[in-house]
């Protein structure tokens, strides 16, 4: 079937579905609602800007049923017959009322786009508070979480009644899933997990398993499994079909369910754990390696694990286990009993004592003097896993196969030889690893990442051909995180995936409390330290690919790092040193278009006078996982007086800029450890859409946010005057700051502008295409002609002007977005005129700041006056072609708005202006000397 042919089908069958929806329930709204999309799909296979009018007409229609399902009459005439009639709005202000507020709108945005992103940040970022944006979405904005879980479970109690079931239907199950998710994920209140089950079975009892998506049915599972409940594991392990996402995980959960090890002191003997070995046995049979055992004796269970292979390997190469340790207790007794038990048995052993003291460092003595394959390594001083191993390396390890183990993890005896067989059977493969299961010591099965399943790759069982050290380098000396990095470095080298053996996991790797890894990396939750690191080496590598350079990583990069990494990532884990800063600079990094490059603006104007500035990354909810890092803090990394941090670090500041209202909207409230002197909020997005819905934050939210996370009461920093007019009212006027914290361009270069009568004018505009930014047909006619009777330019692409007019633009000279430099488009330029969608606030306008700082004549709407001043003109639409011809024809009046704009720029727009107002925050630190 052709393109268009499918997109009828799916039409018809949508207008069939919303007909006997709507006809079968009496929302007639649905049936109108079904023919619009029939009729609009129909058509859009032809235009496709009738799409635009569907999504507008769909977001009025959900709305119109939202409100009537909300709706209590009898309450209402309650109220009429007790009352004086008071003035009422009318239903369309009602209904506009209704969607005031952020929860609102991103509950509207996940309705339109899914729930993902939301759920993504939710538990990326620790934020209770999102879960009420999945409630409203699940709920069509009737109830917060609360309100709606506790709901769900009053009526489950009789989830087969008309009530239960009316209710039940109303509710959308894909943002009531992540909601679930959410919960059993964060786990922040003692109800959280049952309550996540709650929802899962009202979900799977109304709808059954299909529309559980494979890590809904995993991590449902895993509850059940977590609360003991048997029998549920097996019946929902069958009705959602989970054999075919993994072939030991059902294995693992049972084992979780039965797990029996409590007091320390059950053994195969106990008839609970023969059935808890039987279930992790047959995750073991999945490969066909022996069954383990459980010892007599006291202590914790995974100490006690028992395993003999049932025939040794003794031919082979030299393998080198490398097992660094600082100060071990007897954990360390059960890593070295699983590597001196190993099938493969031509190994060298390297105990890595990284400057334990004394009598850890006897004890070590004590465990190599029993196996003459072991040979410790009394390192002087300490300086992390990392650098030990690279000393194993460099020193000591003759292994034509060098990998490595944690030094408290328990590994099956066939886990070395199944990875060496490997290596041999495909020479070209330089490296590969196996899987494990995060355990607890009492052997019940866990996680700590997004991934739902037990079993997975284990980087600390990463195997290397020794030449792999000699052309790749060794491990980078960060204090955690670098096995990823080691691990992507040999994937981007080979440009495919490196192998994972096996299936069943061949190691346990011990989960405690005390555990580094447990507090950064939790079920969704990736430590922003963790982020900034990756992102960065992961730069570093494909920039090394593209010029050809080699990817190699000294031993000892100290003195000389191959790419930046966070504070928090360099020097001793448990260091207490307090970084000192003048400035912290907060935003989301990712944000691709004007708010990076504005910020990325101000950051390197600002270490380029000296000021130490440090970098904190906090996520919007309006970016997606997809987000990465922008490439300009990439590079600004590797500056002298860039830091990265975290909230996590100590660190003392002057100030502290937060970029963006919406990074602290659902930021989990929690005092940082980040102490600054002052605290200024740059509200640089309307607060509100024309219609005043629209709302991507609550101004009060943003600002007791901020004052929890920062203990300090913050300054709020309108970027411009029209966000300064937005905000009065919801901002007690004292906390403004005085003057508006406009961006910063470039303000040097520009020259008074003259009329060069030999010619036409040259209209132009540069913009990122986005259909908010042209304005309606009849609008873009007036201002940008077609006929020819203009010279009209435009940099970044015309294909939602297009959109809007509804065909291809006749007359105009269209630049592709990066055609060329924004500064050579201006220069051939002559009148700078910006008009956009009826829908759109201008909140500042850098491309504006742009060209009034190459000294044009800028034309913009009469709203724009209160930001750019004198610096610009301002009329209606019908009006700026007449201004066009007014100044070209009189020299003098052009050369004179030219000059103003480049004054009004230099004042408020460059970098001396910035200094202006951050020097107004400072204790009075000089800045740094870089030539000192």
Not at 308 to 332: H, K, N, Q, S, W
Not at 523 to 534: A, C, E, S
Not at 566 to 583: E, F, N, Q, R, W
Not at 733 to 752: A, K, Q, Y
């Amino acid at each position: 079937m052709s393109g268009p042919g499918i997109v009828v089908a799916v039409a018809i069958a949508a207008f069939i579905g919303l007909t006997f929806v709507g006809v079968s329930s009496g929302a007639y709204g649905d049936v109108f609602l079904g023919a619009l999309v029939l009729s609009a799909i129909l058509v859009g296979v032809l235009n496709r800007r009738v799409l635009w009018a569907v999504r507008g007409e769909q977001r009025q229609q959900s709305s119109r049923i939202n409100a009537i399902n909300s709706r209590t009459s009898d309450t209402k005439q309650l109220v009429a017959k007790v009352q004086p009639v008071k003035p009422t709005l009318a239903g369309g202000e009602i209904e506009k009322v209704r969607k005031i507020g952020a929860d609102n709108e991103y509950a509207r945005r996940v309705g339109l786009s899914g729930a993902g992103m939301i759920e993504t940040y939710a538990l990326q970022n620790r934020s209770e508070a999102a879960r009420d944006v999945l409630a409203r979405a699940a709920s069509n904005g009737r109830y917060d979480a609360a309100r709606l879980i506790i709901l769900i479970k009053t009526l489950q109690r009789d989830h087969k009644s008309k009530a239960a079931r009316d209710f039940f239907g109303t509710l959308e199950v894909r943002p009531l899933l992540s909601l679930a998710k959410v919960m059993a994920q964060q786990n922040f209140h003692s109800s959280d997990q049952y309550d996540a089950v709650m929802v899962y079975k009202a979900v799977v009892g109304r709808h059954g398993g299909t529309v559980f998506h494979r890590a809904d049915r995993l991590v449902f599972l895993e509850l059940l499994a977590s609360m003991r409940w048997v029998k549920d594991v097996e019946k929902y392990a069958r009705l959602l079909k989970i054999d075919r996402f993994d072939p030991v995980q059902r294995h693992l959960l049972r084992a979780d369910a039965v797990n029996p090890f409590r007091d320390g002191t059950e053994d195969d003997s106990d008839p609970v754990v023969q059935t808890w070995l039987e279930s992790v046995n047959a995750a073991f049979d999945v490969d066909g390696v022996e069954h383990i055992g459980i010892a007599p004796g006291i202590g914790a269970a995974i100490d006690r694990i028992s395993c003999v292979p049932a025939y040794p390997v003794e031919d082979g190469p030299l393998v080198t286990v490398i097992m660094p340790t600082y100060a071990p207790d007897e954990r360390i007794r059960t890593a070295l009993a699983s590597v001196l038990g190993q099938s493969y048995r031509n190994l060298q052993v390297l105990l890595m004592d990284d400057a334990s003291p004394s009598e850890s460092a006897a004890y070590l003595d004590t465990l190599a003097a029993q196996d003459p394959r072991v040979t410790v390594v009394h390192l002087p001083e300490n300086r992390g896993t990392y650098k030990a191993r690279n000393i194993a390396v460099t020193e000591y390890a003759t292994g034509e196969f060098v990998t490595v183990h944690d030094d408290d993890d328990w590994s099956h005896p066939r886990k070395v030889e199944l990875q060496v067989k490997h290596l041999q059977e495909n020479p070209d493969e330089p490296a590969n690893l196996s899987l494990l299961s995060r355990a607890t010591p009492e052997l019940q099965f866990v996680r700590i990442n997004n991934n739902a399943l037990f079993s997975q790759p284990n980087y600390s069982s990463l195997m290397f051909r020794r030449t792999v050290f000699d052309e790749l380098g060794f491990w980078d000396v960060a204090n955690r995180s670098a096995d990823a990095e080691m691990h992507d470095r040999v994937r981007s080298f080979t440009g495919r995936p490196m192998p994972v053996v096996g299936t069943s996991p061949l190691s346990f790797l011990r989960v405690r409390a005390e555990s580094l890894t447990s507090g950064e990396i939790n079920k969704g939750y990736f430590d922003t330290r963790r982020m900034w690191y990756q992102r960065i080496y992961r730069a570093w590598h494909e920039a090394r690919l593209e010029s050809g350079q080699p990817m190699y990583v000294g031993p000892d990069v100290r003195g000389d790092r191959p790419f930046a990494a966070p504070a928090g990532l360099l020097g001793a884990k448990s260091s207490t040193d307090v970084l000192t800063v003048d400035v912290v600079y907060a935003t989301d990094f990712r944000f691709p278009g004007g708010n990076s490059s504005l910020s990325a603006r101000e950051v390197t104007a600002l270490v380029e006078r000296g000021y130490r500035v440090a970098l904190l990354q906090l996520d919007s909810p309006l970016l997606s996982a997809m987000n990465v890092l922008h490439k300009e803090f990439v590079d600004l990394a590797e500056h002298d007086n860039v830091h990265l941090v975290s909230t996590l670090d100590a660190v003392e500041a002057d100030l502290t800029i937060v970029r963006h209202p919406t990074v602290l909207q659902y930021i989990r409230p929690d005092q940082s450890r980040i102490s600054t002197q002052n605290l200024v909020v740059i509200f640089n997005h309307p607060p509100f859409e024309s219609d005043l819905t629209g709302a991507v934050y609550d101004v009060s939210d943003v600002l007791n946010n901020a004052e929890s996370v920062f203990g300090v009461a913050p300054r709020v920093a309108p970027e411009s005057g029209l966000l300064r007019s937005l905000l009065r009212g919801a901002v007690d006027p004292s906390r403004f700051l005085p003057d508006d914290w406009n961006g910063i361009v470039e303000v040097g270069h520009g020259t008074v502008r003259s009329v060069d009568e030999k010619r036409r004018p040259v209209i132009g505009r540069h913009s990122r295409d986005h259909i908010q930014k042209w304005p309606a047909a009849s609008v873009l006619n007036t201002v940008y002609p077609q006929d020819g009777s203009r010279d009209v330019r435009v940099l970044g692409g015309a294909f939602f002007a297009e959109q809007r007019l509804g065909g291809p633009v006749k007359g105009w000279t269209v630049y592709p977005f990066g055609a060329k430099p924004a500064q050579e488009f201006l220069d051939e330029v002559d009148f700078w005129v910006y008009f956009h969608g009826d829908e759109w606030y201008e909140s500042f306008g850098m491309a504006i700041a742009e060209a009034m700082a190459s000294g044009l004549v800028v034309i913009l709407p009469k709203y724009m006056k209160a930001t750019f001043g004198e610096g610009a003109l301002y009329c209606e639409p019908d009006q700026a072609l007449r201004l066009v011809d007014s100044f070209w024809s009189d020299p003098e009046a052009y050369a004179a708005q030219s000059k103003k704009a480049l004054e009004y720029s230099r004042a408020h727009f460059g970098e001396d202006a910035l200094m202006e107002r951050v020097g107004s925050h400072l204790s009075g630190r000089q800045p740094v000397d870089l030539g000192a």
